[in-house]
């Protein structure tokens, strides 16, 4: 009995040891793992850690890349030599190193330099290597490539990591001693062609002026001035050109491009004063030791000074046209159209260069093409001039202050436009002497302003529109007779001293005898009965205050110089193409193009094409039957003997026509003032071979016989339209045709190349 109490106290304790074992073998098990736990969060934080801390390393070296390139792109070479290592400084001194990159990146136009960053390693010797993608616009298009760029740890100072810099950084293909060369096609420059493909603007040759130094004498002081003198140049330019780096003794060194003297001018018997000039030129320059004559291609205007104000002319580009053209691949050795047809359509005129960007060993071996794209010549562009026509309305007003334009009235396309006294483009060309220069801008005459763009007072021309606005209106009856009131009319005593005033007196004073006689006042009084707001509004609705649809920009024609017409004696003026009424010649022709299309005014047109139909600008501007009856009107101007323009009349040929005759004061008490002389004449039947609408305007024609002159001068150019044979030097002038397909294509390559 006294056993068994022993017994179950040795088992319990024996349990318990054996529990508290298994509680401390598990609490030490959970320890260990605890331990090894830790100790492996530890090693994952530390490495979270170091990748985090990598990353940041990484994404600041990056940074420091694309930095780079952003000093690239701002041609900050200065803050980029900054960035590289001890090394490359060591290697490359600040003014090569910005040699070298400036050559490079602005010989090929580099822009726009874009980098993406593809991977980043850790390398031996504290290196860290960047893969990434470039790509730039270049003057040969897009350049792409994949590169490297490697920095370093501890080189510099004030940085932890600096860029270890050679040339394969700029391209990977490139070495020390390599170059970059960008070679040019240049793109032929389209020509301006006539209605019958006779060449407006195309290429020509001249004669390079230029000295070969090695062959002058040693004292050459006196053959420089000889030479300065001959072609209109300082002696100090011609040594400015001779002491250029780039001269060698046996380099040509070009002076001035002159007008050739041609093989029909070398054999004439008897030259005319410009050939012997030419002649004796070319001939003094010879005598003169290392003097060279050599045939250049360059731009030509075979109208010359008769198509000028019109086809305008090209010029080397300067500064302004580059940053006015940007992203157009001007260089400074291109040309641009500067004014007239060559400035308007320059864009399909000019083409586009060929460009090939490619490195060169330094043995000059090409080892690869980095860009390259294809010259596109430029596109011909044909007008609807007539060359023979532009010619002679210029011939016939060559010594006047004029303008004169020619319609097709039936088709609205523009034959001539022609302003005087004019400048000769080819002399832009060549290059214009500061004498020649000189005597333009002094000329009283202005050859440089262009009369046909600008608003001038229309004086009696005006009347035909007018006359139609009043039957439009019905503001009066064509019948009616307004009174004879002789050459001289006020309204009433309220305009003071002011009449208007007329030459002729017609009986009746009827709308079609007031328009043979072009009496002022029928007009003004027709301008009083319609009134000035229904005027104002119906010279609107024909374009009055708006832009010309029209390729050539024009001035704006105006009935006021302020928004209104203000007064009484302002409207009555109006009447009669006086008071503020100014109007472009361009606008007043296509007005005049509604009296021979039954209403309908047309749109001018200068760009050719086959059957083309007429574009109608002003749909039923004059109702038809007041077209017609003006019409009939302006036919007796010619063909009656009372008429202005009887001058022009033709037996064969049925013509209309108004004159005017504006008078330009300072002052309604102005006596002195000078006239303009007007004619707008067209062939009345629609069947007339070779229809014609022209419009001419002669200044100072005070003292000369007003419109009287104008109508003798248009006689000189329907002559030379109408009648060709009977003129010489016009024989078969409209018949002359394109010596070469309209759809040729400029194959011929004019290569130039650069190296960086």
């Known amino acids: 009995m006294g056993a068994k109490p022993y017994k179950r106290t040795s088992l319990r304790k024996k349990r318990y040891r054996e529990h508290l074992l298994r509680r401390l073998l598990l609490v030490g098990i959970i320890l260990a793992v605890s331990a090894a736990i830790f100790a492996v969060s530890a090693r994952i934080l530390h490495k979270i850690s170091e990748e985090r801390r990598l990353a940041q390393e990484y994404k600041k070296i990056g940074q420091m890349l694309e930095q780079y390139f952003s000093y690239l792109n701002g041609r900050d070479y200065e803050k980029m030599y900054e960035m590289l290592d001890e090394k490359s400084r060591s290697a490359i001194s600040m003014a090569d190193f910005q040699s070298r990159n400036s050559h490079i990146y602005d010989g090929i136009e580099a822009d726009r330099i874009n980098i993406q960053i593809t991977d980043i390693q850790d390398r031996p010797e504290n290196r860290i290597v960047i893969s990434y993608d470039a790509k730039m616009d270049t003057v040969a298009g897009e350049v792409s490539y994949s590169n490297m760029a490697v920095f370093t740890a501890g080189t510099v100072k004030t940085q932890p990591y600096a860029l270890s810099w050679n040339d394969t950084l700029i ?77 060698k003794s046996d380099s040509f060194v070009p002076l001035k491009t002159v007008e050739k003297l041609t093989p029909l001018e070398q054999m004439s018997q008897e030259p005319n004063e410009k050939t012997t000039l030419k002649i004796q030129r070319d001939a003094a320059l010879l005598q003169i030791p290392g003097v060279m004559l050599s045939d250049v291609t360059i731009r030509q205007y075979p109208l010359g000074a008769a198509g000028s104000h019109l086809i305008g002319y090209i010029q080397n580009v300067t500064a302004e046209d580059m940053e006015n053209h940007p992203g157009e691949r001007y ?186 006689t072009s009496d002022n006042i029928y007009f003004a009084k027709a301008a009083l009965k319609i009134g000035a707001g229904p005027l104002q509004k119906e010279l609107d609705n024909l374009g009055f205050n708006q832009a ?132 707008c004449i067209f062939t009345a039947d629609p069947s007339t071979e070779n229809p014609l609408l022209l419009l001419s305007m002669a200044e100072d024609v005070k003292d000369r016989g007003g419109s009287g002159y104008v109508v003798g001068k248009v006689n000189q150019i329907l002559d030379g339209w109408f009648a060709p044979d009977e003129i010489p030097g016009t024989e078969n002038a409209r018949q002359v045709k394109n010596p070469q397909p309209e759809d040729e294509i400029h194959n011929t390559d004019q290569n130039t190349s650069k190296e960086q």
Request: proline letters at 4%; aromatic letters at 8%; a negative charge.
């Open 331 to 516: 260089t400074e050795n291109s040309r641009i159209g500067r004014s007239g047809i060559e400035s308007l359509y320059e864009k399909e005129l000019r083409g586009q260069d060929g460009y090939e960007i490619a490195i060169l060993s330094a043995d000059g071996e090409k080892k690869r093409v980095l860009a390259k794209t294809r010259k596109m010549d430029g596109s011909d562009v044909r007008l609807t001039i007539d060359y023979h026509l532009q010619r002679i309305v210029y011939e016939a007003f060559a010594d006047d202050n004029s303008c004169s334009v020619a319609l097709n009235p039936y088709t609205g396309e523009v034959l001539a436009l022609v302003s005087t006294p004019s400048f000769d483009g080819n002399d832009f060309v060549l290059g214009m002497s500061d004498e020649l220069w000189r005597s333009l801008n002094e000329n009283e005459g202005k050859p440089l302003y262009n009369r046909f763009r600008q608003k001038l007072c229309p004086g009696s021309t005006l009347k035909p529109i007018v006359s139609v606005i009043g039957l439009s209106t019905g503001a009066f009856d064509p019948d009616e007779d307004f009174g004879n009131e002789g050459l001289r009319w006020q309204k009433d005593e309220s305009w003071g001293k002011y009449h208007v005033t007329t030459l002729h007196v017609c009986s009746p004073a009827t709308m079609e005898n007031a328009l043979i």
């Open 171 to 247: 391209f990977p293909e490139l070495v020390s001693g390599d170059k970059i060369r960008v070679s040019v096609k240049e793109a032929k420059r389209g020509r301006i062609l006539d209605r019958n493909g006779v060449v407006l603007a195309g290429e020509g040759t001249a004669t390079q002026v230029g000295v070969v130094p090695g062959k002058m004498r040693a004292d050459n002081l006196a053959d420089l001035s000889s030479i300065a003198e001959i072609l209109g140049i300082s002696a100090e330019s011609i040594a400015k050109k001779l002491d250029a780096e780039w001269v």
């Open 548 to 679: 010309l649809p029209f390729e050539i920009a024009t001035a704006s024609s105006q009935y006021s110089n302020t928004e209104t017409i203000e007064s009484e004696i302002q409207l009555a003026d109006s009447g009669y193409g006086q008071g503020q009424v100014l109007v472009n010649p361009v606008h007043l022709a296509a007005l005049y193009t509604g009296f021979a299309n039954g209403g309908d005014v047309l749109t001018p047109r200068l760009l050719y094409q086959r059957d083309i139909q007429p574009e109608i600008w002003l749909k039923e501007a004059y109702q038809p039957e007041h077209a017609e009856r003006i019409r009939a009107a302006l036919m007796q101007v010619v063909q009656s003997e009372n008429g202005t323009g009887h001058g022009a009349y033709r037996p064969d040929i049925a013509l209309a026509a108004k004159t005017g005759t504006a008078e330009i004061k300072q002052s309604k008490e102005d006596v002195d003032g000078t006239e303009l002389g007007w004619l």
